[in-house]
């Protein structure tokens, strides 16, 4: 997810899901290579880290 928006839905590939206590979580990327996991009460996104050449 970049800042102000959600990505694409149709962007979004699951690569990983299970169930706990709370629901099911479930893990996507994005073609951009950023990250979301959802559960039942919270979405979070994580960005892609910038490579660097040493």
Do not use: F, I, N
Request: glycine share 8%; with cysteine.
């Amino acid at each position: 997810m970049h800042p102000g928006h959600r990505h694409d839905p149709l962007a979004l590939t699951v690569v990983s899901s299970h169930r706990t206590s709370d629901g099911l979580v479930c893990y996507l990327r994005c073609a951009c290579g950023a990250w979301e996991v959802r559960t039942p009460g919270t979405v979070a996104a994580v960005q892609p880290r910038r490579r660097t050449v040493d």
